[in-house]
């Protein structure tokens, strides 16, 4: 099939992806666009999956205060080289993480980072709760496993729904990043700062 240019020019814009890659997606997505977008993301989210373990020591301090002065956020987002730092695209996944940690309040970066004591209370919480609720003995462990997927996606940043975007979670975003500039980015760490709390 042969692919008309213009498309080629629309997918290169929309996605970041090389020439070659736009015209072959169309090529197998039959000139439709949206698929097109959907093959590239499969594939550069495998593309990234690759580039993950990679060390990631460069990066940037972002921050971000809220128009009323009373919320703040400091984060610190990380990328192979300075280079990749310095780019439009890594500077403003920086400012919109920044921005989403303030609106979202999330407490640990990731699943892997709540603190085993924590984990334990709230699976405690929540087989006290479906106790209360009448449910069967038996299920209460799963019920229990199944809510503490809730409570990642509440709590910690990377599992989080984008605010711009609730179809993506933050994971998503960094990870069309990766695909996109060709390094591992990494969330560090960061801090969130409202008054009177």
Not at 24 to 34: S, T, V
Not at 40 to 61: D, H, N, Y
Not at 119 to 128: F, G, M, Q, S, V
Request: charged fraction near 35%.
């Amino acid at each position: 099939m042969s692919v008309d240019t213009e498309l080629v020019k629309q997918l290169r814009e929309r996605t970041g992806a090389g020439i070659l890659d736009c015209k072959k997606a169309l090529e197998e997505c039959q000139g439709d666009i949206e698929k097109a977008i959907d093959y590239l993301r499969e594939k550069g989210i495998a593309k990234a999956a690759k580039k993950a373990g990679r060390v990631a020591s460069e990066g940037l301090i972002f921050s971000y205060i809220h128009m009323t002065g009373k919320i703040g956020t400091l984060l610190e987002l990380n990328c192979e080289t300075d280079f990749v730092a310095r780019t439009k695209e890594f500077q403003t996944l920086g400012k919109e993480i920044a921005m989403h940690i303030a609106a979202a309040s999330p407490y640990y970066i990731s699943p892997e980072d709540v603190p085993a004591e924590d984990l334990e209370r709230e699976k405690e919480i929540y087989r006290k709760q479906a106790l209360e609720e009448g449910k069967p003995q038996h299920i209460v462990d799963k019920i229990a496993e199944g809510r503490i997927q809730k409570f990642y996606e509440s709590t910690c940043l990377l599992e989080q729904a984008w605010i711009r975007d609730p179809e993506k979670k933050i994971k998503d975003l960094i990870t069309e990043a990766i695909a996109k500039l060709g390094e591992n980015i990494v969330v560090r760490r960061f801090a969130r700062f409202a008054i009177g709390e």
